[in-house]
């Protein structure tokens, strides 16, 4: 079974995403902020991750940066999942090693689809 952690200070947005990538077939992880999933990146390596862009403690951009860094740091999919639309913070998520970029709000089309374009489905 393939595993995917959600980093997302919203509990809410957490719950949602859990429910729809177990449907998926994946085991979840749930951190609520950058610091927290890069700790469990540490411990056990997903092979996804739905990322959120503003969250306290560590934001996505800077979890993302300090994944690829990690060794097999690089082998996650990283899909971002963020209000954040404008094209300078697109690019900037891809250039960190983003995979894809989901906008909220997002329902199980959406993920499945963008989960299927990275190889996790």
Known sequence: MKSCIVVDDSRVIRMVARKILEELGFEVIEAEDGQMALDACKKSMPDGVLLDWNMPVMDGLQFLKELRKLPNGSDPKVV???????????????????????????DSEIVSSKFAQVGLL
């Open 80 to 106: 971002f999942c963020t209000t954040e639309n404008d094209l300078n913070h697109i690019q900037e998520a891809i250039s960190a090693g983003a995979d894809e970029y989901i906008m909220k709000p997002f």
